[in-house]
């Protein structure tokens, strides 16, 4: 009987604990989210944590069902949110659930992050966005002579704008919103033309760039000599003079830091929105050839990627 209380005892040693948390992290199927959402997972396993994958088919409102329904059988006691569409959903499918989100753009417009929300307690993640005072401070090591920098907002990212004005003012760079759409880019560019700005910083406002109505900007940039900071390589690769561009692993992993920190006893309404702590930086040597700007050997380090350089 003692041999048997013994193994008993030891065995309950090994058991899983009867309140282990789990977390389910639901994501949007296009773009970067499904890596970050993989790396957000991997982090949490390779910490001993249960994890699941609910995939949120975007357009299918049927797959969209059934995954919130996988949600709710697996009963998390957290949920991680891969975009801003994925974090409405998991807020009102699993309410009093702690939820982190990771990879929204332009969150301070978000609605779920305004003053006194409902949700605000139970809230925090970590953006897709550059901290305002990053994005300046790499407008004025690469471009040290701007004074004015126009960036083109609709009413989904006005307070994103906000943001960066008053960081900019701290510096002594005046930044300026635009009101723009993508459906009416030709009035924004009128616009910048009677606004006497040395440049346009881009933020990821779907409702204002579209392939169009990138190319005409990146267009306008070169004809007036004027440089236009990107939010994604890409768009540096397509002509933009620099930018700084989101790594949607590292955001995951970062985000994963947030869940266990809220796992461990850690309220969400104390970590709130955070910035993305690792980021991309891209310069187009030939546009800035083509616009006259000069970015210095400090700015052209091993960390920085340069397209169009001559072979």
Known sequence: MLWAGALSATSN???????????????????????????????????????????LATG??????????????YKPTLVATGGAGATVRALEAVPEVPVVFFLVPNALDAPFMASGSATAKRLAGVTSDIDPNQQIDWILKTYPKARRVAVLCSERSQRTGASLQKAGRKRGLEITPIRATRDEFPRAIEALNGNGCDGVLMIPDAKV??????????????????????????????GAFAGLYCDSRAVGNQAAVLVREIIGGKQPATIGLRYRNRFGRAVNVRTAEMIGASPGKNILDPGVVRFGERE
């Open 13 to 55: 040693l090994h058991a899983e604990p009867p309140d282990r948390p789990r977390v389910a992290v639901l994501f949007g199927d296009r773009g970067p989210y499904r890596p970050a959402a993989e790396a957000l997972a991997a982090s949490l396993r390779a910490a001993g944590h249960d994890c699941e994958l609910v995939k």
């Open 60 to 73: 299918d409102a049927a797959a969209q069902q059934q995954a919130v329904e996988r949600l709710l059988k």
């Open 209 to 238: 760039y579209s392939s169009p109505s990138v190319q005409r900007l990146l267009l306008w940039g070169i004809r007036n000599k004027k440089p236009v900071w990107a939010f994604s390589d890409k768009v540096v690769k397509a």
